[in-house]
């Protein structure tokens, strides 16, 4: 999504790379003790805002609808797929949201790394939920979203989507309802015993900068400046916890 002021777009797309490390402890969901979790392993989840999209280029609000990559965004995926294989050697399981940008983010990544792998699409991982507002361009909702409340924390901004919807038969989403659910997918991941562990429990995964911020924030993170497109946010899982390693880092996608 693009900006909507400099200070909006600062707690709306999140993300400035952490100094130190934030763990935060959290149960297992159900379905980890089902297919039996190995408590003492521990994985680590690549986490990357998708490329530049056709709608982020005409600076029109993009949640659950959707577009393609544009040029610029392709390149971007098989850098950071290109510059995190280098590094990391590779990938054990891989995951997208389902919307077109998302799944065409991930699979660039992993052509650019090498990998043989195909994202599984999770709807747990989509951007946040706009209602109304989704496709209209930004100049036209922020005025509206400023009278709707403060746009000063996340949670306010997402507020103000809902309180302002334009078309309430079209669902919007509260920041809470968006870290539950992006927790609760990644979660599952991670706790996915049948996970090969060639790589040393790493996962990528693909969403969008709203959604991202929403679960970083939820982990107690501080995410004081834009999620670029190809970002990558690193996190990792071990006996119920997530620890938050990095965020924003951009250093891959160039």
């Known amino acids: 999504m693009p900006d909507l002021s400099r ?7 999140g993300g400035a790379a952490l100094a130190g490390t934030l763990a935060v402890t959290g149960a297992a969901p159900a379905n980890a003790v089902a297919q039996g979790a190995q408590p003492n392993r ?5 986490l990357v805002r998708h490329g530049k999209t056709w709608l982020n280029q005409a600076g029109r ?5 959707d577009s393609p990559l544009t040029d610029a965004g392709v390149a971007t995926a098989a850098n950071v797929g290109r510059n995190l294989a280098a590094e990391i050697g590779g990938f054990d399981a891989a995951y997208s949201a389902d919307m077109i940008r998302h799944f065409q983010t991930a699979s660039g990544i992993l052509a650019a790394a090498g990998s043989s792998l195909t994202p599984t699409r999770v709807a747990g991982l989509r951007e946040v939920s706009y209602g109304g507002w989704e496709g209209e361009k930004q100049s036209t909702a922020f ?16 507020d ?3 309180a302002s919807n334009p078309d309430k038969t079209l669902p919007t989403e509260t920041w809470a309802q968006v870290a539950a659910r992006m927790n609760d997918a990644l979660t599952a991941a991670a706790t996915d015993r049948t996970m090969p562990m060639r790589h040393g429990g790493k996962i990528l995964a693909v969403s969008s900068g709203m959604s991202i911020t929403c679960l970083l924030e939820s982990l107690g993170a501080t995410v004081p400046a834009p999620l670029e497109n190809g970002a990558v946010n690193v996190l990792s899982y071990a006996k119920g916890a997530w620890t938050v390693q990095s965020v924003n880092d951009t250093s891959y996608a160039g």
């Open 7 to 13: 200070r909006t777009a600062l707690l709306s797309l």
């Open 42 to 46: 521990t994985v680590t989840v690549y």
């Open 61 to 65: 609000i993009q949640g659950w609808s």
């Open 143 to 158: 005025p509206q979203l400023a009278a709707a409340g403060p746009l000063d924390t996340l949670t306010h901004i997402i």
């Open 160 to 162: 103000a989507f809902v």
